[in-house]
């Protein structure tokens, strides 16, 4: 492998490192938030790799020597940068009689992952949740974590990647799962969609596009837990709460004609929303619906309305917005 490696033309060096081209990017997704990000993270690293094959000597293997390109590509970009997050948190919310909240750069919010990226064993650590959490780490913390704990790198090799001591990435570790324990949920959302079965939760999701097709602002509270949260990246602008979450849709949402259909974001279940554009007698794509379950119940509404969101989802040739942000 050292010589296939040293002596590849771009054309067989790009065939081995295929085979770890989709963990690499959902790894530097994880360590960055942003699809967008992962993108140029990824770019970077493989090209990072290609430049450097002459240096590949075959201690580690091709995996990790890949990881430790990607990793560091994603702790240079990270450097001076504010961490993304989700809006929301602790507290009661906004007031939806208020006006919103103007957007924010889309820079400064977690992006939800293609679900035609990932793999299934993959889900897991791409929940938004996950993610958010991932986030408020320090990077080192957090590639450590990620590096141990998703991919199953030993603490040997994550100190090779991150050159440094197997007693720092211990450290590290230590201080890592704690902060990560502290955030999560009790549950993931894949041992909450396990324990529901994909019947059962292809039938609640079925429910609650049915619910937002027929305008149903009853039937849509009647499916959400009793402090749900509903947020909309990239307004700061959240609610929490069945009554504040009834008052804004039937204020905001329901001004316009909706079509919802079911779909997959994060290895959630998810919608998406179009809106009719009377201009052009077509409908819109809006808004990307991820639902966060609390078990047959929806406890997080969070719905992407930004633009680069919304282009990375859309089929080829759907219109989708570029001009404002607002519901």
């Known amino acids: 492998m050292t010589e296939a490696i040293r002596d590849a033309d771009e054309e067989s060096f790009a065939e081995l490192i295929e085979p770890y081209r989709r963990e690499l990017h959902a790894h530097c997704y994880r360590m960055l938030g942003s699809v ?88 897991e650590g791409v929940e938004l949740a996950y993610v958010a959490a991932l986030q408020l780490l320090p990077p080192n913390q957090r590639a450590a974590l990620i590096l141990r704990e998703v991919l199953g790198f030993s ?13 720092s990435v211990n450290s590290a570790l230590q201080r890592a799962r704690a902060k990560i324990e502290r955030e999560l949920p009790a549950r993931s959302q894949q041992e909450t969609l396990r324990a529901l079965g994909d019947e059962r939760s292809r039938k609640l999701v079925a429910s609650f596009v049915d619910a937002w097709n027929r ?52 290895g959630q279940q998810a919608m998406v929303g179009y809106r009719r554009d009377r201009e052009r007698g077509r409908d819109r794509l809006d808004v990307l619906v991820v639902l966060t379950f609390e078990g047959e119940l929806i406890a997080a509404i969070t719905a992407f309305i930004g633009t680069g969101v919304l282009a990375r989802i859309a089929p080829p040739g759907t219109p989708h917005r570029t001009d404002e942000f607002r519901p």
């Not at 603490?155 to 007693?167: D, F, G, K």
């Not at 909309?232 to 009834?246: E, Q, S």
């Open 36 to 123: 967008h990000d992962a993108d140029d993270a990824l770019q970077e690293a493989l090209l990072g790799a290609w430049k450097g094959r002459g240096g590949f000597e075959g201690r580690s293997s091709l995996r990790s020597w890949l990881y430790a390109i990607a990793t560091n590509a994603c702790l240079r970009i990270l450097e001076g940068r504010k961490r993304r997050e989700l809006p929301g948190g602790a507290g009661r919310g906004d007031d939806p009689r208020e006006p919103l909240g103007g957007p924010l750069a889309e820079s400064v919010w977690i992006e939800p992952y293609p679900d035609e990226l990932l793999r299934y064993e993959h889900r």
């Open 155 to 167: 603490a040997r090799e994550v100190a090779e990647i991150l050159e440094t001591s197997v007693a």
């Open 215 to 266: 305008a149903d602002v009853a039937g849509i509270v009647a499916m959400l837990s009793e402090d749900a949260s509903f947020s909309m990246p990239p307004l700061p602008t959240w609610f929490r709460g069945k009554d504040d979450i009834a008052a804004f849709i039937t204020a905001r949402v329901f001004r316009s004609k909706w079509r919802f259909e079911a779909t997959r974001a994060g």
